[in-house]
């Protein structure tokens, strides 16, 4: 057990992340903090992608290929889930510009960020 | 034939390069906006139906992206399932453009995003890499958002940002269960995962199993979890309504199909224990919760969303039949229904939106008379409604036939009571809007009565209202706007009468799924 955490401390790191993110989804009642939680989600999942490429491959280095030497006797991580990552990198930032704007219109109109009150000011309309 | 293998690549980039068009020519034209969508649509349309008849005469059309092999590189394909899709995509994408040119939203900044969200179906349709569907999945999802939110009102915003805020959970769901398979085998695209799950680590995969089945639970809008789609399809502009209707919940549940019969593979799944009851159980509960939350609706797209959840259920109880029973039967009346549920939701969405933009009318009570005033609209809605319940030879009977055989045929009683149930309760709710369109007298129509004109039924009665309304400068309603919900209503049936034409079609990637 000790073993595995110490191996695979950095998937228990993540998976962490994952929940923290996920709860202050669920409890924070403030909108921003709610987008900020979906922010935190995504880049655990982004952890998880990058630190499975290179625990699956003991001593890698980055996916650089050296100039000199033969390039396929080094050992590096998987460049796949690292490409992977910085594409759902910029799907995330999109998704929070989105938000924000959506947020800054809620603002504007109701006068409040907190679900709560948005809830109570919706009823009386 | 290398022109033929352009077209998967093109169908995507096109839109999206179209897409910065109305931005750009928006400087010079103020109403560019719908020229480009009109043209890009309807190209679409042609390419689609050019690439349909390569697939279905029998060719197997792939594209590898930059030429890169598609062990790590992404892989474009169509076949007889996915062209399905591109049809209705692009056909539908079309069709509701005749519809926005009068009845709104304006602007070009709408088409934008209107071409961003066809791309990224389109993308879905024909991606061959997991992880290109998850990029996919989110570039349809912000364009959607964006368009839930250009409706009127603060109401607009909220009910978007709770879809963004659900939808996003979801995707990333969709991708932690992307990174297990991709920690097991090492390959993203599907067919080599397909060749490549069955010899991995078997709790990896499960993991997997379980985190993609949940994030398609909340993108195809099942029960529970499908509390972002009522309000969004609600508060979204009348326009953009029967366009998300149609097509976004039906390209993620044909994502999930997908994902099932060539990815995990009917057989891997049916050996892996609790997959099939469980997809069993949300499409039926689905079925059923939708149903009753839609009876007890009054207001009519919110009454028409709580049906899509109860048609999906449908959809994804055909994916636990085909799991569970290995029926080719319950496939052919999911892809079936797919296709059928998105013409029919589009049609009755674009009639609603003509009658809200006509009328203001928005709760059923208010639909009452509507047979007299429209004559060709409440037709094609009660065309279309009946088609929905199951009545023959709509196409929603020919969907519900092939599931509930299906269901029989695997001896799965449950699912077939579940889906003879769903036809009664679809009619209760479609029973109310048909009895306030025929047979309750309207409102207006009410306070003229010591009028005889009234008896009529006539142009008088017709005019008297419209004065009433003080619709008499001009007319919101163009006659495309009706055209549009008459060819609905032509289409459902007719598809009804081609599903053996659609089974016949999709028969070659059935032998290739099931053997």
Same mark, same amino acid.
């Given at each position: 057990m000790i073993e595995l955490l110490t191996s695979h401390y950095l998937y228990v790191l993540t998976f962490v992340l994952l929940g923290l993110g996920i709860y202050m989804v669920i409890a924070s009642e403030n909108l921003v903090k709610k987008l900020i939680g979906v922010n935190l989600f995504q880049t655990?999942?982004?952890?998880?992608?990058?630190?499975?490429?290179y625990i699956d491959v003991d001593g890698?280095?980055?996916?650089?290929?050296?100039?000199?030497?033969?390039?396929?006797?080094?050992?590096?991580?998987s460049p796949l889930p690292q490409v992977i990552v910085l594409t759902a990198i910029v799907v995330g930032i999109a998704l929070t510009a989105v938000g924000l704007a959506l947020i800054i219109r809620i603002y504007s109109e109701y006068g409040t960020l907190r679900e709560d009150t948005l809830r109570e000011v919706r009823a009386d309309e | 034939m290398s022109s033929i293998d352009l077209l998967p690549p093109l169908l995507i980039a096109a839109p999206i390069l179209a897409a910065t068009l109305p931005i750009a020519l928006g400087l010079w034209f103020d109403r560019a906006g719908w020229s480009v969508a009109a043209a890009t649509t309807s190209g679409l349309f042609v390419g689609a139906v050019a690439l349909a008849?390569?697939?279905?005469?029998?060719?197997?059309?792939?594209?590898? $992206?930059?030429?890169?092999?598609?062990?790590?590189?992404?892989?474009?394909?169509?076949?007889?399932?996915?062209? $399905?899709?591109?049809l209705l995509v692009t056909a539908v994408a079309a069709g509701v453009l005749a519809f926005t040119r009068r009845g709104g939203p304006r602007g070009n900044t709408f088409y934008t995003a209107y071409l961003l969200l066809v791309a990224g179906l389109l993308g879905i349709s024909l991606t061959g890499d997991v992880f290109n569907l998850f990029v996919f999945l989110e570039i349809s999802?912000?364009?959607?958002?964006a368009l839930v939110a250009s409706g009127d009102g603060p109401e607009a915003a909220v009910a978007a940002l709770k879809y963004l805020i659900l939808g996003t959970v979801a995707a990333s769901m969709y991708l932690i269960g992307v990174a297990f398979v991709f920690m097991a085998t090492g390959t993203l695209n599907m067919v080599e995962l397909a060749g490549a799950i069955p010899e991995a680590n078997t709790t990896l995969i499960r993991a997997g199993i379980a985190f993609m089945i949940v994030g398609f639970a909340v993108k195809v809008a099942q029960w529970p979890l499908h509390t972002w789609q009522p309000s969004?399809?609600?508060?979204?502009p009348d326009g953009v309504t029967p366009l998300i209707a149609a097509l976004v919940s039906t390209a993620s549940a044909y994502a999930f199909g997908r994902i099932i019969v060539t990815v995990l593979g009917v057989e891997y799944l049916?050996?892996?224990?609790?997959?099939?009851?469980? /997809? $069993?159980?949300?499409?039926?509960?689905?079925?059923?919760?939708?149903?009753v939350l839609a009876v007890i609706q009054t207001e009519v797209k919110r009454m028409l969303a709580y049906s899509s959840v109860s048609q999906f259920g449908l959809v994804i109880a055909a994916y636990g039949v085909v799991i569970a029973g290995e029926s080719e039967t319950a496939l052919i009346g999911a892809a079936i229904h797919l296709v059928g549920h998105g013409v029919l939701k589009a049609g009755i969405f674009l009639a609603a939106a003509l009658v809200a933009t006509s009328y203001g009318a928005r709760t059923v009570d208010e639909y009452a008379g509507l047979a007299k005033r429209r004559p060709f609209v409440a037709g094609s809605m009660a065309v279309l409604l009946l088609?929905?319940?199951?009545?023959?030879?709509?196409?929603?009977?020919?969907?519900?036939?092939?599931?509930?055989?299906?269901?029989?045929?695997?001896?799965?009683?449950? /699912?077939?009571a579940v889906i003879f149930l769903s036809t009664m309760l679809t009619l209760a709710y479609a029973a109310r809007l048909l009895e306030k369109m025929y047979f309750t007298p309207s409102a207006p129509a009410d306070a003229s009565r010591p009028g005889p004109a009234a008896t009529d039924g006539g142009t008088a009665d017709t005019d008297a209202a419209a004065a009433i309304r003080g619709a008499g400068a001009a007319d919101p309603v163009s006659i495309g706007m009706i055209a549009v919900v008459v060819v609905a209503a032509v289409v459902a049936v007719a598809l009804g009468f081609a599903g053996g034409t659609i089974a016949d079609l999709l028969e070659p990637f059935l032998t290739e799924v099931f053997n």
């Open positions: 655990a999942i982004f952890l998880f992608f990058v630190s499975m490429a890698a280095s980055a996916p650089i290929v050296p100039h000199e030497g033969t390039p396929g006797e080094v050992m590096v991580a | 008849n390569a697939v279905y005469g029998g060719e197997r059309i792939t594209h590898e $992206l930059g030429g890169y092999p598609r062990e790590y590189g992404i892989e474009l394909v169509a076949d007889e399932f996915s062209m $399905l899709i591109v999802s912000i364009a959607t958002y969004a399809y609600q508060r979204a049916a050996g892996t224990p609790n997959v099939a009851p469980i /997809v $069993l159980t949300i499409g039926c509960v689905s079925v059923l919760a939708g149903t088609a929905l319940v199951g009545v023959p030879p709509g196409v929603g009977f020919v969907g519900k036939w092939y599931i509930a055989v299906g269901a029989v045929e695997s001896q799965l009683w449950p /699912v077939a």
